[in-house]
């Protein structure tokens, strides 16, 4: 009687503690995307300044395609979605 009493006690333990884990994770998870947005905010000021600092100086640059898609501001509520989609 005594050791079916204790698996389900150590089971107990082992369920709690794997769901602290997850939490932590997804936290983790969540502030990496987060610091990701910032990151992308960032970088997208840093050229669009440059861009203009090119502008003001007179030199001309290559109108690319790829270098306009990651000029083009990212909105956090999209990024939110297409993660929800994904995990979907």
Do not use: K, W, Y
Request: aromatic content about 4%; glycine content about 2%.
């Amino acid at each position: 009687m005594m050791v079916p009493l204790e698996a389900m006690f150590l089971s107990n333990f082992v369920l709690i503690s794997q769901n602290r884990f997850s939490d932590a994770v997804d936290r983790r998870a969540e502030l990496e995307v987060h610091i990701g947005l910032l990151a992308e905010h960032a970088i997208t000021r840093v050229l669009l300044m440059l861009d203009a600092i090119q502008e003001q100086i007179g030199i001309e640059h290559d109108a690319d395609s790829e270098l306009a898609d990651v000029e083009r501001e990212s909105r956090s509520e999209d990024v939110v979605a297409e993660i929800d989609r994904v995990h979907r």
